[in-house]
């Protein structure tokens, strides 16, 4: 064997412990290699079973949450600028009604409209003296619509993945702001429909009254019927129960406008409370410019309470006994899991709009026990087809091809036991179909070899040549499959990408193992066989 030739099966040798690492890893006994080789190989949800949602985004509410922003920031400007109007109230999703502008200011009154709020346009409100209507620009509404959906899916897919589950998919589908959500495995579908759901809209708002109220007529009742000027009443629990004990509902004036929001948390943990046995509690860090915000309040505030808003209720309003910077806690009647369920939300990010659920469907295991036995028949037949008229019509040589689809297979596996890829039921004809490629490959070669020996040149030269002239076709042959599933890949959803994986890896292990594993094979036996034998091809 000369040295190039040694350095190949070296090589060869390699890859083949490699795989056989990825797929077993380091067993103690026969028993572990069976475990370890179904712990290593990840199944999709048609072969394993699982929770299959459909969810829509109320992406109206977002445009709502907007417009509120705005009538805010208005306000602001206009009181800045000394601009006296009467009521701003919002109609609809997207429009803002302004009463009773000042004849005095309404020059003023424009021009911050078209300088400082650029996505709105200005009209004369039709049966309002001295009244502008402020409406969002279509392409503006279309803009928040798309920030909106794509701000959903990745919240709730970092939601899902940070719960452990194996290759969650979460894609948009259809045409009304849905959301494809597969939770494949055997977690806790339960606790991830729950953590999908939850807002995590956060705020701190100050609290007006110093107490709450136990019903909503009793807080308008308060203020004679009419809260004050920007502020809402917000629903909550009695504080001061321990967990277990019922809770009644009360009610709290807060001022609309939040110090900070939970965009501006850094960090959330669970941990447990001081104050009760057995219950959590959930701390938090707030980046600096909220640090800057919330410093400066609470110091000018202390003795007076700050509502914890999580999901427009009230979660806590404890009393602001010291300044606060960059920490603190939200305190509740939490357990473990439900205080390590709220820090995950808060960490992952608050979703830009309520979501509903519009379908729901659990996959049984049976049937993905059912499909992984017809795979697998249908992939092991076919292999044993393919190899024994390999070996029948090809002779030595068609056992050379056998090594070669064996190695493939166990590379693919390997990869994605390697990438924690899933393997789906398509992804088994994805299989199936690379085996095909890998014999017509074979067969490119094979045939072009035995051109080259009726043509009367010696084995080794029919060898080369037979490669070499076979090598432009199964490389063109690969790219154009390669780029039909790598589209597949980037725009399908689910087991449509499962196929496309494995199509893939499988595609691109074959040019190693038709090429190069084939070649090193035929180079080793012509170097042993004797001078004037024949090829057995």
């Not at 410093?295 to 007076?304: K, L, S």
Request: charged content about 15%; glycine content about 8%.
């Amino acid at each position: 064997m000369t040295p190039q030739l040694r350095w190949k099966f070296a090589f060869i040798s390699a890859v083949i412990l490699v795989c056989l690492i990825g797929l077993f890893g380091l067993p103690n006994s026969l028993a572990q290699v069976a475990q370890n080789f179904k712990n290593r190989i990840q199944l999709g949800l048609d072969l394993r079973g699982g929770s299959h949602m459909v969810l829509q985004v109320e992406v109206p509410v977002a445009i709502r949450q907007r417009t509120y922003q705005t009538i805010d920031d208005l306000k602001k400007q206009l009181r800045t600028k000394n601009v006296n109007v009467g009521d701003v109230q919002i109609l609809g999703d997207s429009q803002i009604l302004v009463k009773n502008v000042d004849l005095a200011t309404s020059g003023s009154f424009r021009d911050v409209v078209t300088t400082q709020f650029q996505d709105w346009t200005l009209a004369s409100a039709a049966g309002q003296p001295n009244g502008y209507l402020l409406t969002m620009k279509p392409s503006v509404i279309s803009g928040l619509q798309q920030q909106t959906m794509q701000q959903a899916r990745e919240t709730i897919n970092r939601r899902i993945n940070a719960l452990g589950l194996t290759e969650p998919t979460v894609a948009p589908v259809g045409r009304d702001n849905e959301i494809l959500v597969e939770l494949p495995g055997e977690g806790d579908p339960t606790r991830a429909k729950e953590v999908i759901q939850a807002g995590g809209q956060l705020s701190f708002q100050k609290v007006l009254d110093p107490q709450p109220y136990p019903s909503e007529a009793a807080a308008l009742s308060a203020h004679n019927g009419v809260l004050p000027p920007d502020s809402e009443l917000v629903p909550g629990s009695s504080e001061g129960s321990a967990p277990g004990q019922p809770q009644s509902q009360v009610y709290y004036i807060l001022q609309r406008s939040p110090i900070i929001t939970g965009a501006d948390l850094r960090s959330a943990d669970a941990a447990p409370s001081g104050e009760y046995p057995g219950q959590y509690q959930v701390n938090f860090t707030v980046s600096t410019v909220a640090a800057s915000r919330l410093g400066p309040f609470t110091a000018a505030n202390i003795g007076q309470r700050m509502a914890i808003v999580l999901d427009n209720k009230v979660e806590s309003a404890p009393e602001i006994q010291a300044r606060i910077d960059d920490s603190g806690r939200i305190t509740g009647n939490f357990s473990q899991e439900s205080a390590q369920n709220l820090a995950l939300v808060l960490r992952s990010g608050a979703l830009p709009a309520p979501i509903k659920y519009l379908q729901e469907e659990t996959i049984g295991p049976s049937l993905g026990v059912e499909s992984i036995r017809e795979g697998v028949r249908a992939s092991v037949g076919s292999l044993l087809a393919v190899m024994i008229f390999l070996v029948i019509y090809y002779r030595l040589a068609g056992v050379n091809a056998v090594v070669a689809l064996i190695l493939n297979l166990g590379i693919l596996l390997a990869f994605m036991a390697y990438f924690g890829a899933v393997l789906t039921l398509p992804g088994i004809a994805g299989v199936v179909l690379t085996i095909g490629m890998g014999v017509d490959s074979n067969v490119l070669v094979f045939e072009r070899i035995r051109e080259e020996l009726r043509a009367g040149k010696a084995p080794g030269s029919a060898v080369d040549v037979g490669f070499e002239r076979a090598f432009l076709t199964i490389i063109d042959t690969h790219i154009t499959t390669l780029v039909s599933a790598a589209f597949l890949f980037l725009f399908g959803t689910g087991p449509v990408r499962g196929f496309a994986v494995t199509l893939i890896v499988g595609l691109l292990a074959n040019l190693f193992t038709s090429i190069y594993v084939s070649r090193a094979i035929f180079d080793l036996h012509l170097a042993r066989m004797p001078r004037q034998a024949e090829l057995s091809i």
